[in-house]
């Protein structure tokens, strides 16, 4: 993967500047919001187990963060402070135009240039595995962090390999999808972190909604966000062999 092609073909992916085909990331639709956010809010849950409701003074950075929906996001939680990063220009104007209280950084998220314990929250969604190098993305993430980092990625297992994505192309630029498993998580973290954190929490989850909303358009509209939910609910006893992960360290 040539990192500067790759660069290209994302500038060229949000080149228009149109708002057309982002609107799921500013919809209040409850089963758009309920596919776009499920995973995020298990991983602001577990946040706010710790640290109760000064949890919303943090200060937020989206990494990896294209048109800005996981900005989006926190700001509808209830954070006032958030900024979206990525390395495309074009993306970031979009954030921009789709939500003006998002402030917005061009960063690489191999090297992101930050000093240490820069925000309070640092977190991705989809994002580590389109780098080249994604554990150094996440070791940055955990520099930059002050409190958490939140990190919302593929896991690794059979049903990845059989059904799951090897490569994604972007603009005839390829490349690999990164899976990653608890195991991978605790080792990065011990290697940069030693012992100085207070909790690791990874949990394995279903994550399948194009397609669940796919063969529940048999439903009639007016039942399809009960039956969506409903798929999700009977697929939370196997989350054991779930297709994604939402992992979150607490440093301090």
């Known amino acids: 993967m040539d990192p500067l092609a790759q660069k290209r073909a994302h500038e060229k992916l949000y080149s228009s500047l149109e708002l057309a085909g982002y609107e799921f990331h500013i919809t209040s639709d409850p089963l758009t919001r309920y596919l776009r956010d499920r995973r995020l809010k298990i991983a602001l849950e577990t946040l706010r187990e710790t640290y109760g409701s000064s949890l919303y ?3 937020v950075l989206s990494v990896c963060g294209g048109v800005g929906g996981e900005g989006i996001f926190f700001l509808k939680e209830g954070f006032s402070d958030v900024t979206v990063s990525d390395f495309s220009q074009n993306a970031l104007r979009i954030a921009e135009q789709l939500n003006g209280k998002l402030k917005t950084l061009a960063l690489d998220a191999e090297a992101m240039a930050l000093p240490d314990r820069s925000y ?5 969604h989809d994002g580590l595995h389109h780098l080249q190098r994604p554990a150094t993305g996440f070791a940055e993430m955990l520099r930059v ?3 958490a980092a939140i990190v919302i990625e593929p896991h690794r297992g059979l049903v990845g390999k059989l059904i799951g994505q090897e490569w994604e192309l972007t603009d005839g630029e390829k ?5 990653w498993d608890r195991n991978m998580i605790e080792q990065t973290v011990k290697s940069l972190l ?6 690791i929490v990874v949990r394995r989850v279903w994550d399948h909604g194009g397609f669940i909303s796919k063969i529940t358009r048999i439903v009639p509209s007016s039942l399809r966000f009960v039956a969506i939910r409903l798929i999700y609910r009977l697929l939370q006893p196997f989350g054991f ?10 440093k301090d």
Do not use: E, W
């Open 57 to 59: 003074s943090f200060k």
């Open 175 to 179: 490349n690999y999808v990164f899976r």
């Open 194 to 199: 030693l012992t100085n954190y207070r909790n």
């Open 145 to 147: 962090a002050r409190k």
């Open 120 to 124: 309070d929250i640092v977190v991705v």
């Open 241 to 250: 062999c779930g297709n994604n992960m939402v992992a979150v360290v607490v």
